[in-house]
């Protein structure tokens, strides 16, 4: 849900800075994003990513999203 939400964010140009960990943040860093979507078409874009919440600062909309496996 986060990486829908924050890369719909990020397409539209809105600053984003997602919060990962160990490999999803080295993909996300590397690689950007992707999103594979039926509703609004596959789409990429490159993102900012760190693993310190202190690096972001002030924000206007905090999206806290966590995968269940």
Request: a negative charge.
């Amino acid at each position: 849900m986060g990486g829908y939400f924050g890369g719909l964010l990020a397409r539209a140009g809105e600053q984003v800075i997602f919060l990962a960990r160990e490999t999803q943040l080295e993909a996300l860093r590397t690689h950007g994003l992707t999103v594979q979507s039926r509703l609004v078409g596959p789409f990429s874009v490159p993102v900012q990513a760190t693993n310190d919440p202190g690096e972001i600062g002030p924000a206007d909309l905090v999206l806290f999203c966590v995968g269940v496996c």
